[in-house]
């Protein structure tokens, strides 16, 4: 069992950055990969990065990609979003999620989920 709560949302201005935590409880985090999607009001759950359990692979939607950065510390059981150059369409709430799957992309082989963190951005 992997309990995931995120932290580190809020309201930034275009341009601006924030970092999203992840933190995990349980001694089998580094098993899992790990994802983020975010969820719009009247949109489906989107993928936007992932990292293998080493953190030797990482993946991200071509929307974010080189915006964000995903990475992770199994040390400290956490895994982070930094988001850089954020912009209006970036609203959203953002869920992490695990899974021992490769299919990283792909919500439904996640097998927990955290309660998500709104991020707004201004215009």
């Known amino acids: 069992q992997v309990q995931l709560v995120e932290s580190g949302g809020g309201l930034v201005q275009a341009g601006g950055s924030l970092r999203l935590s992840c933190a995990a409880s349980?001694?089998?985090?580094?098993?899992?990969?790990m994802g983020w999607f975010r969820q719009a009001p009247g949109t489906e759950r989107e993928f936007v990065a992932a990292i293998s359990w080493s953190g030797g692979s990482t993946y991200y939607a071509d929307s974010v990609k080189g915006r964000f950065t995903i990475s992770r510390d199994n040390a400290k059981n956490t895994v982070y979003l930094q988001m850089n150059s954020l912009k209006p369409e970036d609203t959203a709430v953002y869920y992490c999620?695990?899974?021992?799957?490769?299919?990283?992309?792909?919500?439904?082989?996640?097998?927990?989920w955290g309660q998500g963190t709104q991020v707004t951005v201004s215009s």
């Open positions: 999620a695990a899974t021992l799957s490769s299919w990283y992309h792909s919500a439904d082989r996640y097998d927990y």
């Open positions: 349980g001694r089998t985090f580094s098993r899992y990969g």
